[in-house]
């Protein structure tokens, strides 16, 4: 079945820490790759996206990923984090599910930056 | 910008009880979606359309319908809630299947 792995649910570092949250899917076709956001009492928004071209893809505030295909990995990155980053982080694959298209998640990072 | 408006934030309803949770898009969106969130679980996906009148089921529509009669609004409708309701239920619409989805605020629905 068609799953994706977030390697940590929980994840604590310190403001200029570098981040690392590691994501996985399971699914052998053509695949769309995202990862979402949700700072506390918000709603979840998109962080950064891949469909196709440059597997270094970057997003808003400083976020990058890289999509590895050998390793059915799409990692995000951030080489100094602030406290306001504190969020849970959610990657999601986009797969064919029968006739349609359907977002699948991961089961999210809780990341708490120390001030 | 987008707009994903959810009715309530919070609802406290008891078992038993029909609950009725609306979404409205003001993006024209085709497609739109309703999951529930619960720690550790991520996004379930409860039913999602892809146009007016059309629904789909999705991984888990069980104690749950919905109603799109246009295309701005996705209703989600629990007919007797139970205690393993009590969860947060986002919506979501998009342009297309495949692409970005735009979520609302939520709704926390807690079943006494």
């Known amino acids: 079945a068609q799953s994706v792995s977030q390697h940590n649910h929980h994840v604590i570092l310190s403001e200029a820490a570098s981040l690392e949250l590691g994501c996985n899917y399971s699914?052998?076709?053509?695949?769309?790759l995202f990862w979402y956001v949700q700072y506390p009492g918000q709603h979840l928004q998109l962080l950064l996206k891949?469909?196709?071209?440059d597997p270094l893809v970057k997003g808003i505030k400083g976020f990058e990923a890289e999509f590895i295909k050998s390793k059915f990995s799409f990692n995000l990155r951030k080489p100094s984090v602030q406290w306001s980053d504190t969020a849970e982080y959610f990657c999601?694959?986009?797969?064919?599910?029968?006739?349609?298209?359907?977002?699948?998640w991961g089961a999210g990072t809780k990341l708490i930056i120390k001030p | 910008d987008v707009k994903v408006t959810q009715s309530s934030r919070y609802l406290v309803k008891r078992t038993g009880e029909k609950v009725f949770l609306e979404c409205v898009q003001d993006?024209?969106?085709?497609?739109m979606f309703w999951y529930r969130q619960d720690p550790g679980l991520g996004l379930r996906l409860i039913y999602f359309?892809?146009?007016?009148?059309?629904?789909e089921k999705g991984d888990i529509p069980e104690g749950y319908s919905v109603s799109r009669e246009k295309k701005e609004r996705f209703s989600l409708i629990l007919e007797s809630a139970s205690t393993n309701q009590t969860s947060m239920y986002l919506c979501?619409?998009?342009?297309?299947?495949?692409?970005?989805?735009?979520f609302g605020e939520g709704s926390r629905l807690t079943v006494l």
């Open positions: 999601a694959v986009n797969a064919l599910r029968g006739s349609n298209y359907q977002l699948i």
């Open positions: 699914y052998g076709g053509t695949v769309n």
């Open positions: 891949y469909f196709s071209g």
């Open positions: 993006m024209d969106h085709e497609n």
């Open positions: 359309s892809y146009d007016v009148k059309m629904k």
């Open positions: 979501a619409s998009s342009w297309e299947g495949a692409g970005e989805l735009f």
